[in-house]
């Protein structure tokens, strides 16, 4: 079984940065694939990202394209999600997600309880 603890949330300016974190404990989340998502209040969840077991192959949506970065250190069972550029539209509590290589929230094994993210105007 693998529990996952986001960290990082907070409150931002817009254009701010955060800099959110998925620490993998129970068993090594370092052979996952491993997602990011998010849902604003009254919205579905949203695919933020993905990344492959090594790191080496990283997929963003659209919408956070140019300004997230997803990255990971397996020797410490963590994934970062690092934000810039942040707009107010970011807003949402942030999941990780362990288990896959998919935008599907549904293709998913393990799910972290989430972290807010507020960017202020």
């Known amino acids: 079984q693998v529990q996952l603890v986001e960290g990082g949330g907070g409150l931002v300016q817009a254009g701010g940065s955060l800099r959110l974190s998925c620490a993998g404990s129970?068993?090594?989340?370092?052979?996952?694939?491993m997602g990011w998502f998010r849902q604003a209040p009254g919205k579905e969840r949203e695919f933020v990202g993905n990344?492959?077991?090594?790191?080496?192959?990283?997929y963003y949506s659209d919408s956070v394209k140019g300004r997230f970065t997803i990255s990971r250190d397996n020797a410490k069972n963590t994934v970062y999600l690092q934000m810039n550029l942040l707009k107010t539209e970011d807003t949402a509590v942030y999941y990780c997600?362990?288990?896959?290589?998919?935008?599907?929230?549904?293709?998913?094994?393990?799910w972290g309880r989430g972290t807010q993210v507020t960017v202020s105007s």
């Open positions: 997600a362990a288990g896959a290589r998919s935008p599907r929230a549904d293709d998913y094994l393990y």
């Open positions: 129970g068993r090594t989340i370092s052979t996952y694939g």
């Open positions: 990344i492959n077991w090594s790191g080496d192959s990283i």
